[in-house]
């Protein structure tokens, strides 16, 4: 009798074990289907990943950043809405970061004076950010959001209108490495904040990234 009923578990699990990975290949079916619409793809040689080569857990592990834009009477604002992230491997949080030269000392109070106008000090701190993000497995691509510290003077009372403030600069440099990025594109979501100083009297822009870990 427990032999009997020891068959008859190991069916059961069997049974179910075949039920589940059903299940999952249907869905994995459904998610090229889905795929095959939106991308217009009609055949399976397209695909990166394909039912003969990878399975189902690796197809629901891609990531996949969305950016929605933001408009303001039918006119699109140099900034997203918001992104939504899926299937990525984490979330890379870089430091503020400000263009200051190589004997920047802190601690010390002393050095990191940069010789350079606002456009100088923002190309600095953009090639930092791509750098840094690609030294920590990112990249520019995977932006998730930015955020501007522009430092005074505000001639008419709003951030925008500093001269610290170089939306030119940030879309030459999005339109050399990551054209996606630029204002008049699909801009990553940001926000823009004015400060009286910064951590150096001469630093005029400190910039704040977030990207996404691909897997």
């Not at 959001?145 to 500093?162: C, Q």
């Not at 170089?166 to 990025?181: I, N, Q, S, T, W």
Request: a positive charge; one cysteine or more; aromatic letters at 8%.
């Amino acid at each position: 009798m427990s032999r009997g009923g020891g068959r008859f578990r190991q069916a059961s699990e069997k049974t179910f074990a075949s039920a589940r990975r059903f299940r999952k290949d249907q869905m994995f079916l459904r998610l090229l289907a889905d795929d095959r619409q939106r991308t217009g793809r009609g055949s399976a040689q397209h695909y990166p990943l394909s039912l003969a080569g990878t399975s189902h857990e690796a197809w629901e592990k891609r990531m996949e950043l969305v950016t929605h834009k933001k408009f303001k009477n039918g006119r699109l604002m140099p900034w997203g809405k918001g992104k939504v992230v899926s299937g990525a491997k984490g979330t890379v949080y870089l430091c503020g970061n400000t263009a200051t030269s190589a004997d920047y000392d802190p601690a010390g109070k002393k050095g990191g004076g940069f010789a350079g106008d606002a456009a100088a000090q923002w190309r600095e701190v953009l090639g930092n950010i791509k750098s840094d993000l690609e030294e920590l497995g990112s990249g520019l691509d995977h932006l998730i959001r930015l955020t501007f510290f522009v430092k005074g003077p505000f001639p008419d009372g709003g951030v925008l209108s500093s001269p610290n403030f170089r939306l030119d600069v940030l879309d030459a440099f999005f339109a050399e490495h990551c054209p996606k990025h630029c204002s008049d594109n699909n801009p990553p979501p940001s926000e823009v904040i004015g400060v009286a100083a910064l951590a150096q009297a001469d630093i005029v822009i400190e910039i704040v990234a977030v990207a996404a870990l691909p897997d």
